[in-house]
Antibody, heavy 123, light 107 residues
Framework: QVKLVQSGAEVEKPGASVKLSCKASGYSFTGYYLHWVRQAPGQGLEWMGW????????TYAQKFQGRVTMTSDTSISTAYMELSRLRSDDTAVYYC????????????????WGPGTLVTVSS | DIQMTQSPSTLSASVGDRVTIACRASQSLNAWLAWYQQKPGKAPKLLIYKASTLESGVPSRFSGSGSGTEFTLTISSLQPDDFATYYCQQYNNYPLTFGGGTKVDIK
């Protein structure tokens, strides 16, 4: 079955960087784009961007351009999301989610989600 | 960016009630809209995609309708497991955006 396993909680200081991982199993990792979505405490969902694990191609939300880097390692079916110059308002749960459309170059619905990684930014 | 507005933000209902949640987009989405259910401390779960297609394994009491800028999620007979927060999401344009959520709680 499809499974996305995310790395553990992180506590970082303002100005630092964090790199989260999302390990996929149960399907062809290179066949589906992966999205990253975050949710601040008590707030709604915010899309950050997505990656084509096969080519490494990415599309980022403009809000995060220059601060976010999404990468993938096909040899271990793992995607990564690095966020730099952290601020207190980056405190959130970060989810990876699989795009529901195989081989589609345009985004679709998110059919499988990881459990999320809590990132706390605090001095 | 496309703004997604959900209403109501909170909805109090009883088991067995028919529940309707609205989602309005600031520009046309065609049918590129999904609905998710989220319970506290858990990841969202896909319910509906392409505005009206029921995701595999989702109970048939959930249905979606609409096109263009107006969309609706309906739960035909609310069950105890359905008390949760529901989000709509557009994937017609970048950046992908979500509605603010509708919390369905017990009346």
């Amino acid at each position: 079955q499809v499974k996305l396993v995310q790395s553990g909680a992180e506590v970082e200081k303002p100005g630092a960087s964090v790199k989260l991982s999302c390990k996929a199993s149960g399907y062809s990792f290179t066949g589906y784009y992966l999205h990253w979505v975050r949710q601040a405490p008590g707030q709604g969902l915010e899309w950050m961007g997505w990656i084509n694990p096969y080519s490494g191609g990415t599309t980022y939300a403009q809000k995060f351009q220059g601060r976010v880097t999404m990468t993938s390692d096909t040899s271990i079916s793992t995607a990564y999301m690095e966020l730099s110059r952290l601020r207190s308002d980056d405190t959130a749960v970060y989810y990876c989610a699989r795009d529901g459309e195989q081989w589609s170059p345009t985004p679709g619905e998110f059919d499988y989600w990881g459990p999320g990684t809590l990132v706390t930014v605090s001095s | 960016d496309i703004q997604m507005t959900q209403s109501p933000s909170t909805l109090s209902a009883s088991v067995g009630d028919r529940v309707t949640i609205a989602c309005r987009a600031s520009q046309s989405l065609n049918a590129w809209l999904a609905w998710y259910q989220q319970k506290p401390g858990k990841a969202p779960k896909l319910l509906i995609y392409k505005a009206s297609t029921l995701e595999s394994g989702v109970p048939s009491r959930f249905s979606g309708s609409g096109s263009g800028t107006e969309f609706t999620l309906t739960i035909s007979s609310l069950q105890p497991d359905d008390f949760a927060t529901y989000y709509c999401q557009q994937y017609n344009n970048y950046p992908l955006t979500f509605g603010g959520g509708t919390k369905v709680d017990i009346k």
